[in-house]
């Protein structure tokens, strides 16, 4: 297996790139097998996930180390791994280490393999070079390893040979009963079985936001009304309230941390991505539209004002990340983070009459929970804090917003936050569908032309022979970016029709199917051979399948297109089959089969001002249909929506027709409006 090449068909992939610069001899693995070329020396596998920190942390700095760069050349065959290119080698650690310890998955991972076998007797997440007390540094462990390799060969092989699995089958699960009814009951139940009844999302030591499979439970309430609604419900407002109160928001200045280090949503990660921030924008506008919630909405704004006062670039787009300077330092485990807050600071910079109301609003009369400092959270509401002090509730409000802004300059004082100049194509398009779900909730013309302007720069970067050539040199496009970038594109147009949008959303659902679409497989790059298929779909595929299979059963409906509706058909059946299989990994996936089985599906066309009370009369209930307006010259070239005499004709996709009504109150039945 040749060393790491940075001229290689891998050249896409940051992590290879970076992995390059580092005087490790790094090897690729093989490209259609699982099988490591057998060696006398043990293999280590460092698993990355470049977008992930603690992956970019072990390559700047623990891959740099002079000892662990000589012990790794010396004593191990290294090979690395890109979990955006080989979700295969991604999928068969991720479940080797679930079956060697339950609490190590995620990225980095580190595994270390018997060739002889193909099996991992060791795996672990993050490690600095040098350990404490309590935990190795990654230079002991190394040793350790190669004790053992050399001294107790048989204790390892015991190990290795107890995984269960092959890494060349494909793991599948027995053809039952795979309807849509059967796997959301499943998938209840695995809700149900796996949130945390206290603190909300997961059980685990770590908290994620989850903003997928949040939506989708939202969607199976909206969708199906399942008898466990109300238990769902409080789990998903549970979870909720806990991202927007405690540790993962940024009281100070807005947005979202990525995840939090405790079990009870506490100390965040200390980095805000434009990925995790547009996730939960979609979520939250659901949410808000759902229950009226305007606290929600109120997140969603301070999330727009986040994003457009910190991570956007100069022209048009938004960059990937903003995170602290470490210095090569880890911040998290040695040092307070400059996002906190030293209490006697806050009370020296605060007039004396404020000083009350943000102890009590930002949680600075709790313990410290960052070292000697504070990370501000927010356990109460404005009314609440208002019966607390005993003011009029206008008071608290009026006095909120200048405490953030002087804590905003105290904290500028303190910490040195910079942003990615990276792009990523598929979180900008997110960003971009969260700012149209969110057009609807608020009245604002200025960001409807914001949304416009900004799709209008993303079409500079499209040629429908070559697709996307967007400025991100490093990473390149992959299927989630076109995916995205076409739910963009359904959602703008059904927002507000657009010809040039219509014609560019189909060109790029062709380019789809002729370069990411062979042998009844999905490919996530061009060029590779990593196929989705059975029970094969993980938390990435998963965010890709399920729009396919809506998105080309739509415009395939939508445009007589035979194939795209073949296309839909062929990736559904192993879909249902692997959210069967892992309904909690495949969220999103199961959200888009959701919607196409029970979502009706209505065309309304006729002069924009005639249709425009049936449109308005369909916006209330958008959660639970999909819509889409048609001005008159489009229906009429699509040939299959024939005008009304009355000026309005509505079809609904019905039993494999479309089905006509010129009766609004007709119209009205098909999505239950009162």
């Not at 093989?30 to 920190?53: A, I, M």
């Not at 609490?103 to 600095?128: K, V």
């Not at 909206?222 to 109160?245: D, G």
Request: contains cysteine; negative net charge.
């Amino acid at each position: 297996m040749p060393i790491l090449d940075p001229h290689s068909p891998a050249d896409l992939s940051p992590l290879y790139h970076a992995a390059h610069k580092t005087a490790i001899n790094w090897r690729l693995m093989p490209t259609d097998s699982l099988q490591l070329p057998k060696s006398d020396k043990p293999c280590f596998v460092f698993l990355g996930y470049y977008e992930c920190h603690w992956t970019r942390e072990m390559l700047n700095n623990v891959f740099q180390d002079s000892n662990v760069i000589e012990m790794l050349n010396q004593s191990f065959h290294c090979y690395i791994v890109d979990r955006e290119f080989r979700t295969d080698v991604d999928i068969w650690l991720q479940r080797a280490a679930q079956q060697l310890t339950q609490d190590i998955n995620g990225w980095p991972l580190c595994a270390f393999i018997d060739s002889q076998i193909s099996q991992p007797f060791f795996i672990g997440n993050y490690y600095e070079q040098h350990g404490d007390q309590q935990t190795p540094g990654f230079l002991e462990l190394l040793a350790t390893i190669s004790t053992l390799w050399q001294t107790n060969r048989a204790q390892i092989q015991e190990t290795a040979q107890a995984i269960k699995l092959n890494p060349n089958e494909t793991l599948t699960v027995a053809k039952g009963d795979e309807s849509i009814t059967v796997i959301v009951e499943h998938f209840i139940s695995q809700v149900l079985a796996a949130f945390d009844e206290q603190w909300g999302g997961l059980k685990g030591p770590t908290k994620f936001p989850n903003s997928a499979l949040l939506e989708t439970i939202l969607a199976i309430i909206i969708l199906y009304r399942p008898p466990a609604s109300e238990q769902l419900y409080r789990l998903l407002m549970l979870t909720s309230q806990s991202i927007k109160n405690i540790g993962l928001n940024d009281h100070v200045e807005g947005g979202y941390f990525r995840y939090c280090r405790d079990g009870h949503w506490g100390i965040p990660h200390f980095e805000k991505t434009l990925n995790d921030n547009a996730a939960l924008l979609n979520y939250f506008t659901s949410l808000s539209a759902f229950n009226k919630d305007g606290d929600y909405l109120h997140e969603c704004l301070r999330i727009y004002h986040f994003v457009q006062d910190n991570l956007a670039l100069e022209g048009h787009g938004y960059a990937s990340l903003q995170s602290e300077q470490f210095n090569g330092l880890d911040h998290y485990q040695s040092t307070p983070s400059g996002y906190t807050f030293d209490k006697e600071a806050i009370e020296q910079r605060l007039p004396k009459e404020q000083i009350q109301l943000a102890k009590l609003a930002f949680g600075l009369e709790q313990a410290p929970n960052n070292f000697s400092q504070w990370h501000l959270q927010r356990w109460y509401s404005t009314q609440t804090l208002a019966e607390k002090l005993g003011v009029p509730l206008k008071q608290v409000q009026w006095q909120i917003e200048p405490i953030r802004e002087q804590l905003k300059l105290l904290r500028q004082e303190n910490l040195q936050a910079s942003k990615s100049t990276t792009m990523m194509l598929h979180a900008n398009c997110d960003y971009l569908r969260g700012l149209i779900n969110l057009s609807y909730l608020v009245n604002d013309e200025n960001l409807l032309l914001q949304i416009d302007s900004a799709i209008e720069a993303l079409s500079r970067y499209w040629d429908p022979q070559h697709g996307l050539n967007y400025p991100n040199p490093l990473r390149g496009t992959t299927l989630l970016d076109y995916v995205a970038l076409s739910l963009l594109l359904w959602q703008a147009i059904k927002r507000q029709w657009n010809n040039e949008q219509f014609n560019w959303l189909q060109q790029v659902l062709y380019f789809i199917e002729q370069n990411f679409y062979t042998g009844h497989q999905l490919q996530l790059v061009t060029n590779t051979s990593i196929a989705l298929k059975e029970s094969n779909i993980d938390q990435q595929q998963s965010s890709v399948v399920g729009p396919i299979i809506f998105l080309f059963q739509r415009l395939g409906v939508l445009c007589q297109n035979q194939s795209w509706l073949d296309l839909s058909a062929q990736l559904q059946v192993d879909a249902l089959i692997a959210v069967n299989k892992a309904p909690l990994k495949c969220a999103t996936t199961l959200h888009y089969l959701a919607r196409c089985a029970a979502e009706p599906f209505i065309v309304v066309r006729g002069q924009h001002s005639t249709c425009l009370p049936w449109l308005n009369q369909a916006q209330d209930s958008r959660l639970k249909i999909d819509l889409i307006y048609l001005p008159d010259n489009i229906a009429d070239s699509l040939g299959i929506f024939p005008p009304s005499n009355s000026g309005v004709a509505a079809y609904l996709w019905s039993a494999q027709k479309w089905v006509l009504t010129t009766e609004q109150t007709e119209f009205k039945q098909w999505f239950g409006a009162d």
